[in-house]
């Protein structure tokens, strides 16, 4: 989870698809991306045909993945591509504030943004457009977030659900809409193990350690995890805690949000932590550029410090005491590792191959279950979202 101490306006970038460039863009996808910067040797992808299937029939339908790596819309522009299909993907504002270089080309792929930690109602609009005008697959990643955490699913937002919703009341002429539940799952390769020992010493170095390569290595990673834990409490309550991992991770998230909701006030109906941070995110973000009554800098300068506390909150929910503990496999070994890496480097590292595994379930009727009452036309997106969560949980168990 990359820090993001975001303060400036943000400018709505719609989708402007171009048939010429697509076979170029999943050229560079496959070469630069997939192969190269991701480490993905293979590909395997199955259940597409009956995505394909429904699009070639006009119908409407929205893909909804879960999302643990930063390489889950490279494999997805692939998997989707290798159908014949031409993809729309709703991105974060962020991934176009890289380059305008990026922006440009995320554009003519088909993508568009959405600012989420407010009501972007631009990219709701354009969601809902494209799902009753056109018949290419649309892809929303329902959990918002990557955790790193590919075994377990982290909350969904309802919004996806919501956007489909409204989109199907609109639909005429037989048109119907199906939401897609994809699963996603990255296999490492063998050769990533002679990679911890040195991953973790860069790690430790990082915080003033002295390496220790001759402790085992589930050890050696709790211990640092823990260090780094007991550094945030040492910043942000004034000293490290003790007992269990999930309560101190969760103590510390926590403590921090009501922190900032003291100052900028509190959302009543925001109830999980990611919907806290977004919406403290949204409060904070609107105050720094309000440009009629603009903060002076020593306000800013808190207003910025909650920004960095909601980040840590966020990242102290993101982390699962016992991932690594309940099963220490070599998957959720790289996994933790990989996320140690990114919040203490910026990025996490792909240095040996991974086999990507996507699969497309069922697609759930949502025309024919709102049409049957099986799902409310008003109130609809709580169930709705509570039956993809079911899916792509059964989907993750089996790949």
């Known amino acids: 989870m990359r820090r993001l101490r975001n303060d400036l306006p943000y400018t709505f970038r719609p989708p402007r698809p171009a048939a010429w460039f697509r076979p ?160 996603i799952r990255f296999r490492h390769d063998p050769a990533v193990e002679p990679t911890f020992c040195g991953r973790l010493a860069r790690l430790e170095d990082r ?60 959302d009543a109906k925001a109830a999980t932590a990611p919907e806290r941070v977004r919406a403290q995110r949204y409060r904070i973000r609107r105050r720094l550029l309000d440009l009629e009554n603009p903060p002076s800098p020593a306000e800013r300068t808190l207003l910025l410090d909650d920004l960095d506390r909601v980040f840590t909150a966020l990242q102290a929910h993101s982390y699962i005491g016992d991932y690594l503990l309940a099963e220490a496999t070599l998957d959720r070994r790289a996994e933790t590792i990989m996320k140690l890496e990114e919040d203490l480097l910026g990025f996490p590292n792909y240095p040996a191959p991974r086999v990507a595994r996507v699969f497309a379930g069922d697609p759930l009727p949502v025309s024919e279950m709102l049409a049957s009452g099986e799902i409310p036309s008003k109130g609809g997106a709580g169930p709705l979202t509570a039956l993809l969560e079911k899916r792509l949980t059964e989907i993750l168990a089996r790949l």
Not at 211 to 230: H, Q, S, V, Y
């Open 24 to 183: 170029l863009g999943c050229l560079a996808n496959r070469a630069l991306f997939i192969d190269r910067k991701y480490r993905v040797a293979r590909l395997e992808v199955d259940g597409f045909q009956k995505v394909r299937e429904l699009c070639r029939a006009g119908h409407a339908v929205l893909l909804a993945p879960n999302h643990a790596d930063h390489s889950d819309p490279h494999v997805m522009i692939e998997a989707i591509a290798r159908h014949g299909m031409h993809p729309h993907f709703m991105a974060a504002r962020e991934v176009f504030e890289i380059s305008k270089a990026g922006a440009w080309a995320l554009q003519k792929m088909g993508v568009f943004s959405v600012d989420r930690d407010g009501p972007d109602l631009s990219a709701i609009k354009t969601a809902i457009q494209l799902l009753e005008k056109t018949c290419d697959p649309l892809v929303i990643y329902p959990e918002g977030e990557i955790y790193h955490h590919h075994e377990r699913l982290d909350p969904l937002h309802e919004g996806v659900a919501s956007i489909l919703l409204k989109a199907a009341a609109r639909l005429e002429g037989g048109k119907q809409a199906f939401l897609v539940p994809v699963g």
């Open 207 to 266: 915080i003033g350690w002295t390496p220790r390569p001759a402790m085992p290595l589930d050890e050696r990673i709790l211990r640092l995890g823990t260090g780094l834990l007991g550094l945030k409490e040492m910043e942000h309550l004034g000293e490290a805690g003790r007992g269990p991992l999930q309560e101190r991770l969760a103590t510390l998230c926590e403590s921090l949000l009501s922190a900032a909701e003291a100052r900028q006030g509190r």
